[in-house]
């Protein structure tokens, strides 16, 4: 019998486990920053949803939200934090665990 709490889906990070905001993690996880527009269609969603789910991970520091302008547009960038990262890393190798003979 295995000790409670020793089931890697304990690891999950509940705010992770819905597939937007995993995917919003995993686009920005490999780069310094990206613009809304380019994660928005990277993760097919609409601005609404990708704002909502952004705010979500913002709220939880995983992600900063950086407004600017571009040639007197306004722009939008994404960048994960260290915190944000972490959880990713911690998510995935959760996830790994669990598709694999852990015991």
């Given at each position: 019998m295995t000790p409670p709490g020793s089931h890697?889906?304990?690891?999950?990070?509940?705010l992770l486990n819905a597939p937007v905001r995993l995917s919003v993690i995993a686009a920005l996880?490999?780069?310094?920053k990206a613009?809304?527009?380019?994660?928005?269609?990277l993760v097919e969603?609409?601005?609404?949803?990708?704002?909502k789910q952004v705010a979500a991970l913002e709220e939880a520091g995983y992600?900063?939200?950086?407004?600017g302008r571009v040639a007197r547009?306004?722009?939008t960038w994404l960048a994960t934090t260290a915190e944000g990262r972490a959880a990713y890393q911690r998510h995935l190798a959760a996830l790994r665990?669990?598709?694999?003979?852990?015991s």
């Open positions: 890697p889906r304990h690891d999950l990070d509940p996880a490999p780069l310094d613009e809304f527009g380019f994660v928005r269609d969603v609409s601005d609404s949803v990708l704002s992600v900063e939200v950086h407004k547009r306004p722009r665990a669990i598709a694999t003979d852990w």
